[in-house]
């Protein structure tokens, strides 16, 4: 298994939600007349993201179809970033307005008036955690600031809040490897590893539109490291 590295040429968009995908296993009929189900940790992430500049372009299209050349269809993986949709961070070429609960907008002239971004939002581990642990404790303001629905990455495995007690992380999938203390949690820019999971998905990654639509690469999680 290689890491194959995205080109620069092209830009990969995400256009559908990560999404936890489930397997479950139906024996028999449970004691209580209904399905049998088993219930351990058996999800996968999945999503589908378009991928740009890759065609009617010379240069991003031929880096494009050599990057599907060295995935080898299903068998060697590559990186992505995944979109937190509700961090605050504005761009230096992004305007900031205040409002009011009115709706009314305002602004006190002042030698000290000034609002801080912090430019690493990134939270620190504040002890250690073993795989498979559902909870993660995080240091400082970084991480009390972190809300529900915030994708967060280690080591290239992704995580999604789902609860926040003054630092202390609930998330889902549980960890999939040890995190020890002292570790950074990515938050502005966490990234994924990922494979196309057969080889129809690899297939379709090489259709393309006659009128100039994207391609569509659908990707799930990577567990290789």
């Not at 189900?37 to 991003?60: F, K, P």
């Not at 994708?151 to 609860?163: E, G, Q, T, W």
Request: include cysteine; aromatic fraction near 8%; proline fraction near 4%.
């Amino acid at each position: 298994m290689t890491t194959v590295t995205v080109p620069a040429s092209i830009t990969l968009k995400q256009v559908s939600q990560w999404e936890l995908k489930t397997t479950t296993t139906s024996g028999q009929m449970g004691l209580d007349g209904r399905t049998q189900r088993i219930n351990r940790e058996n999800r996968t992430w999945m999503c589908s993201y378009h991928v740009l500049d890759a065609w009617g372009q010379r240069a991003g299209w031929g880096a494009y179809m050599a990057f599907l050349d060295q995935l080898h269809g299903a068998a060697n993986t590559f990186n992505v970033s995944v979109p937190n949709i509700n961090q605050l961070l504005p761009t230096a070429a992004e305007n900031l307005f205040l409002f009011d609960g009115s709706g009314n907008m305002g602004f006190e002239a002042g030698t000290n008036n000034a609002i801080v971004f912090d430019s690493d939002p990134n939270p620190e581990t504040s002890a250690d955690a073993a795989a498979g642990a559902k909870i993660i404790q995080t240091t400082d303001t970084d991480g009390e600031v972190i809300e529900v629905g915030c994708h967060f990455s280690h080591n290239d495995f992704l995580y999604r809040v789902s609860a926040n007690s003054s630092g202390a992380l609930s998330f889902n999938p549980p960890l999939r490897t040890a995190i020890a203390t002292g570790q950074t949690l990515q938050v502005l820019d966490p990234k994924i590893r990922v494979r196309l999971p057969d080889d129809n998905a690899a297939a379709a990654a090489h259709q393309f539109n006659a009128w100039g639509a994207p391609y569509t690469l659908t990707l799930i999680e990577a567990f290789e490291r």
